[in-house]
């Protein structure tokens, strides 16, 4: 992996700012201003936030030309890495004190998932379980992600790599590609709001996308058994509240009163028979 990495490192890529490229800061109006996340971001001022801290942020060509082949081939993919950049923009607000940091962090969200750029559109798109072998080609986008930005930053440890590569890892061990405990609390938030789009928002692989309400019970009880961290857990819950309190503030209620949908695949894996059985 490493030798893709450093080859052509002397190559520079040309850079352009992220929101003049294409309509992604159109997109990104659209997608803001339409249920669910309409309610998410109900003040003017929140969205303004979002664009003037990313009026700096400019990205290598070929990473702004994956944001096009997502928009014309996997439109969920498209709006989910533009949502998570918009909602880990919000929530680093919160959590994050220093503006450098969070222009960091802000940077690394349209890109987290780069990597599906590697994985068949047809296993993406898939409405029923995906077998083992799938499930397998879809999880490498995490891997294929840190290569491919290592590969356009020119240095893999710059923070939209790591964040590629570890944004499935859980605190406790339990996510992937490596299984190690995710202790950056930058990729986490990224983690977090990844978790939170991928529940809200529509997905091939289930009948209805979950409720607000349903969603943050889901991401609590993954807090709960310290998959992921309160804080970022809080300062989701608090952008929910109409009286907007600190996330310092926030207690949880351990009630559960919502209704995951009926029809959702994403777990569960379908039974891969060997190929030899089918021709008896
Ligand atoms: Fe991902
Ligand atoms: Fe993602």
């Keep these: 992996m490493n030798i893709v990495i450093d080859s052509h490192r002397a190559v520079s890529y040309q850079t352009y700012p992220l929101l003049l490229y294409g309509s992604i800061q159109e997109d990104c109006l659209d997608f803001l201003s339409l249920p669910p996340y309409v309610s998410v971001f109900q003040e003017r001022k929140q969205i ?122 859980r605190r406790d061990g339990s996510g992937y590609p490596r299984g190690v405990p995710l202790n950056d609390p930058l990729t986490e938030i990224i983690a977090v ?20 309400r349903t969603a943050l019970e889901e991401i609590t009880e993954m807090a709960k058994q310290n998959k992921v961290g309160w804080d970022v857990v809080k300062a989701l819950i608090a952008h929910r509240r109409k009286s907007r309190p600190s996330y310092k503030e926030i207690t949880i209620s351990a009630e559960r009163r919502g209704t995951p949908p009926a029809y959702n695949v994403h777990d569960v894996l379908e039974d891969e028979t060997d190929p030899k059985d089918k021709t008896l």
């Design 48 to 169: 303004d936030d979002l664009f003037s801290l990313l009026e700096t942020v400019r990205f290598p060509i070929p990473v702004l030309q994956s944001l096009d082949y997502f928009k014309q081939r996997d439109l969920f993919t498209y709006t989910h890495v533009l949502m998570v950049f918009a909602l880990s923009t919000l929530l680093a607000k919160d959590l994050i004190p220093d503006d450098q940091e969070r222009t960091r962090l802000s940077a690394t969200g349209p890109t987290h998932d780069i990597g599906k750029i590697c994985v068949p559109l047809h296993i993406l798109k898939k409405t029923t379980p995906l077998t083992k072998t799938e499930r397998n080609f879809l999880e490498h986008h995490a891997a294929a992600g840190y290569v491919l930005l290592s590969y356009y930053y020119k240095d893999f440890r710059y923070l939209a790599c790591t964040v590629a590569l570890d944004h499935h890892e």
């Design 193 to 212: 709001s990844d978790i939170y789009d991928a529940l809200i928002m529509p997905r091939p692989y289930r009948s209805s996308a979950y409720d607000h």
